[in-house]
């Protein structure tokens, strides 16, 4: 057993340095023995988990917590100078407050998701109406990527038409990586006020979509169930709008880089599924969320993890592990994807997950069906990348 593998002077996360592969370091980090350490931003140190059957068993073992608010936690929070006090919800929950809350939250998702196939396509027709109605070269990012993923949550969440111009402008300076942290602050303090007096509404009329749906749960009823289900929305807004936004963008410009693999996709659009599941791999432009503390003792990787010490699991690095995937390097969407790590693994795994997959599905589809001259304006060398909590694409000039 490696009780103490040595301390690495690099540290965590590591910036990526091409759009289609993550940080190089990560190769050296998966072929260490043991866990590594790294050091974080915080200045604390953690164990990094970079094969992927060392990522799932750290994120499957319930001897590992997601509670950062825990003194111990070893991680500095993502916003936490700019969001002082905020929860998000489920991501944060540990047994045995975690299962019931996870279990409400799934059932009822997964029902809304399945209803918003109609609408979900209304939207990305609506958008690309106004892309090719409008001037050329068109921006993916501004005009499709992020104002999707907002609408769709907007339906999810069954935020009135009259109110959704307000919400879209909050939204949007929040996940924006160049927005200043007052102004950022100011749309959370927005958002949460807009929440609250949603939430209120939607406990009192129990509308047919899914906070009305959870507002007849118990688990979300009172005071303290209102502002659980506040959480609930910030949540997802914080987890879900730039994570979508950003693979969409990401998606177009891996398959207009990758013309064979784009001509397999639109000659055989049952292929599309397994398209989405390969963009996810290839990418998982997230892992900030996926840090866990020991509460016991845990060997992992032949490296004994003592109680009170961090491991950060790098889904990046176990999504490229040779072990698992075939020349995990190459983008290929007839690749078998199932055992990639991109929405995480066990009791947390991503609540949103099908709702991506939903919207991933639609846009590709209809972007190329209904664009099939579709091309990059701007070479891809001189694109905008950003590496925040999510790694981006700011704008994607397309022409046609």
Not at 141 to 159: K, N, R, Y
Not at 289 to 307: C, F, N, P, Y
Not at 332 to 360: I, M, S, Y
Request: net charge negative.
């Amino acid at each position: 057993m490696h009780d103490q593998s040595p301390l690495r002077a690099e540290t965590w996360p590591m910036p990526r340095t091409c759009p289609f592969s993550p940080p190089p370091d990560y190769v050296g980090l998966r072929e260490h023995p043991g866990l590594p350490r790294l050091t974080g931003p915080s200045g604390r140190t953690v164990f990094v988990a970079a094969r992927h059957e060392d990522v799932r068993a750290v994120l499957g073992d319930a001897r590992f917590s997601s509670d950062r608010s825990h003194p111990d936690f070893p991680w500095m929070r993502v916003g936490e100078t700019v969001f002082p006090g905020f929860r998000p919800s489920l991501v944060e929950m540990d047994p045995p407050e975690h299962g019931p809350a996870r279990r409400a939250v799934a059932g009822e998702l997964a029902r809304r998701v399945r209803d918003l196939r109609p609408k979900v396509q209304h939207i990305v027709d609506g958008l690309l109406d106004d892309v090719l109605a409008g001037a050329v070269p068109a921006d993916l990012v501004s005009a499709l990527a992020v104002p999707m993923s907002g609408l769709v949550l907007c339906e999810l969440l069954g935020i009135p038409a009259s109110d959704r111009q307000e919400f879209t402008a909050n939204t949007t300076v929040l996940t924006a990586h160049d927005a200043a942290d007052a102004d950022r602050a100011e749309s959370f303090r927005s958002l949460i006020a807009y929440f609250d007096a949603l939430c209120a509404t939607k406990m009192t009329e129990r509308p047919e979509d899914l906070l009305g749906g959870l507002a007849g749960h118990q688990l979300f009823s009172g005071g303290e169930g209102r502002w659980a289900m506040v959480e609930l929305c910030m949540l997802l807004v914080v987890a879900g709008l730039e994570t979508t936004a950003t693979t969409t963008a990401l998606g177009v410009l891996a398959l207009l880089e990758h013309p064979d693999q784009l001509a397999l996709l639109t000659a055989d659009p049952g292929l599309t599924p397994a398209a989405v599941e390969e963009l996810m791999r290839f990418f998982s432009v997230a892992e900030l969320s996926l840090i866990r503390r020991a509460t016991a003792d845990v060997e992992i990787g032949g490296t004994l993890v003592r109680a009170g010490e961090g491991v950060a699991a790098l889904a990046a690095a176990a999504n490229r592990d040779p072990a698992v995937f075939a020349d995990p390097d190459t983008f290929d969407v007839t690749r078998d994807n199932r055992r990639h790590l991109a929405f995480g693994w066990g009791p947390h795994q991503c609540l949103g997950k099908n709702l991506a997959r939903l919207e991933l599905r639609i846009v590709l589809d209809t972007l190329f069906r209904r664009i099939p001259t579709l091309r990059l304006a701007t070479p891809r060398d001189e694109l905008r990348y950003v590496n925040g909590s999510a790694f981006s694409v700011s704008a994607l000039p397309v022409t046609w």
